[in-house]
């Protein structure tokens, strides 16, 4: 019932910026945690930052003073604003929705963006 729709990605210089963008659809509600995961190549997906409802915000460290994760509740979006782009950026980036209020249901659910490469030049 739930679908991710990323956008933003793209070719970036270094020291450039770049936003993505993640709506989910699908009689929400409301939704409890929406975050960001990227995966580089030849590595594990690691979590890039995270926004749960009350508030609260999560850096992996690598991204802390350059990434700024936000949400649009009224849309249903998450946005993660990328500044200070180094070439280590480059990945996959992933959108993730958990714990999502539809009118009849509660849904622990995971549900997981199709991914927008963002590809930073040295």
């Known amino acids: 019932q739930v679908q991710l729709v990323e956008s933003g990605g793209g070719l970036v210089q270094t020291g450039g910026s770049r936003r993505l963008s993640c709506t989910a659809s699908?009689?929400?509600?409301?939704?409890?945690?929406m975050s960001w995961y990227r995966q580089a190549p030849g590595k594990q997906r690691e979590l890039v930052a995270a926004f749960t409802r009350t508030g609260s915000t999560n850096y992996a460290d690598s991204v802390k003073g350059r990434f700024t994760i936000s949400r649009d509740n009224a849309k249903n979006t998450v946005y993660l604003q990328m500044n200070s782009l180094k070439p280590e950026d480059t990945a996959v980036y992933y959108c993730?929705?958990?714990?999502?209020?539809?009118?009849?249901?509660?849904?622990?659910?995971?549900?997981w963006g199709e991914g927008t490469l963002v590809t930073v030049s040295a």
């Open positions: 993730n929705v958990a714990g999502i209020t539809t009118a009849t249901r509660f849904d622990a659910m995971d549900y």
């Open positions: 699908g009689n929400i509600v409301s939704i409890n945690v």
